[in-house]
Every structure is written in structure tokens, then in C-alpha cells.
């Protein structure tokens, strides 16, 4: 791993077309990157020609280019990343003051 510290999750909003693709296409296309032990995919929005998508990946060491470039293949697009975890544990999500 070097100086590298593993990534452990990471929350992508993206989006995909309706029609050609399903939430199980994303999920096993994203399931193939290296270090990735678990994906969830959950629709979040529904327009007449996409589906917006919250997307859970952990693992470790997962490399987020190539989870762009997984979800690029099946036709989807990353909107924003919404969190990301490094570290050797995955913390508590915890409240701010």
C-alpha cells in the first residue's frame, strides 16, 4: 500500500439513461473494479429519460478513476461525490456543530 491509506467507501451521485440499462448493470460493472467488496445502488430520482442513482462502493484501496470509467461503460455519468472514507476502519457518521 506504500503512503497510500486505503480507501474504504466512497457515495457517488450519478445518473443513468432509462431505457438500455438497469441499477443491476451499474452495480455488477462497478462490482468488477479492483478492491471492491460490496456495491449498493439505490435510485434516488426518476425523470423521463434518466434515473438519478446514490451509489455505495467500499473496499479497499478502490481506485476511483476506474469506478468512473465502470459506470462510464454502462452509460452513466458521475454528478458529484458526496463522501468518501480513508483509513483502516469506516468511522461513525458523526453530527457537527
Not at 448493470?25 to 456495491?39: M, N, P, R, S
Not at 451509489?55 to 455519468?77: C, M, P, S
Request: hydrophobic share 45%; no cysteine; charged share 30%.
Amino acid at each position: 500500500m506504500g503512503d497510500r491509506p486505503p480507501i474504504r467507501r466512497i457515495v457517488i451521485d450519478a445518473a443513468i439513461p432509462t431505457k438500455g440499462v438497469t441499477i443491476v448493470d451499474v452495480a455488477k460493472e462497478l462490482y468488477k473494479v479492483e478492491g471492491v467488496k460490496a456495491v449498493r445502488v439505490t435510485v434516488d430520482d426518476v425523470d423521463v429519460d434518466v434515473l438519478g442513482l446514490a451509489i455505495v462502493v467500499e473496499g479497499v484501496n478502490v481506485d476511483y478513476d476506474e469506478l468512473e470509467k465502470a459506470l462510464e461503460k454502462v452509460g452513466g455519468v458521475v454528478h458529484s461525490i458526496d463522501e468518501v472514507v480513508v483509513g483502516e476502519y469506516i468511522p461513525e457518521a458523526g453530527t457537527t456543530t
